[in-house]
């Protein structure tokens, strides 16, 4: 069975700019969801889908971050504008409505 | 608010001995808990689980241990092999929800 896929595997870029990490769950789960984990923190919980809908976006910063899964299968994260702070591994996984977390082996993101 | 906390960023052990991870959490109505394994360059992965009924769960060499009144789980690996070397994550479901919230995480390094 196919695992979480997730690309690009690792970024650099500058800060101000732009990037987009994109997800692919195992198939048929219906949660996905969007980690963010700072060197020498735990994951946090950027974002929650079921299907296409958001569960949880609590602790997204909306004035830079957005996330969408259209079709309820696939999903993209984006960063616009990025700062340095953003500097992160982001993780999507998935689980078949809310059982066992299934996680991809993560974004590294590296902002300058 | 750090609801879960693993206090021991580090711990090295030889191999063959038991390796002992622990992790506090604040928050009493967690009824659930759960480590996960994370090697370098990957996705955390689910290693083993715990309810709030029970005070101890056993998997092969993993037994992780709940101590309700204490607020304190522990996860105890015997014996050590040194591919156990890698960051354990405590965590436990936000409560009436499936939002995961995640320890810092202790990296262990069992050395032969």
């Known amino acids: 069975e196919a695992g979480v896929a997730q690309s690009p595997r690792y970024k650099i870029i500058e800060k101000r700019q732009s990037v987009a990490f994109w997800c692919n769950p195992i198939s048929g789960h219906a949660t996905l969801y969007w980690y963010q984990q700072i060197l020498g923190q735990g994951p946090k919980l950027l974002i929650q889908?079921?299907?296409?809908?958001?569960?949880?976006d609590s602790q997204l910063p909306k004035d830079r971050f957005s996330a969408e899964r259209l079709k309820g299968v696939d999903s993209t994260l984006k960063i616009q504008p990025a700062k340095l702070e953003d500097s992160a591994v982001y993780l999507c996984a998935s689980s078949f409505y809310g059982g066992e977390l299934f996680f991809g082996e993560g974004s590294r993101l590296t902002v300058l | 608010d750090q609801q879960v906390k693993q206090n021991s960023p580090s711990l090295s052990v030889q191999e063959g001995r038991i390796s002992i991870l622990n992790c506090d959490y604040t928050?009493?109505?967690?009824?659930?808990f759960l480590w996960y394994k994370k090697y370098p360059a990957e996705g955390p992965t689910f290693l083993i689980s715990?309810?709030?009924?029970?005070d101890k769960n056993e998997d092969g060499r993993f037994t992780v241990f709940l101590n309700k009144s204490a607020k304190h789980l522990s996860l105890h690996i015997v014996p050590s092999q040194p591919g156990d070397s890698a960051v354990y994550f405590c965590?436990?479901?936000?409560?009436?929800?499936?939002?995961?919230?995640f320890g810092t995480g202790t990296r262990l390094q069992v050395f032969p």
């Open positions: 965590a436990a479901p936000s409560y009436n929800t499936d939002k995961l919230i």
């Open positions: 928050n009493s109505m967690f009824d659930y």
């Open positions: 715990i309810s709030s009924i029970k």
């Open positions: 889908f079921q299907n296409n809908g958001v569960v949880d």
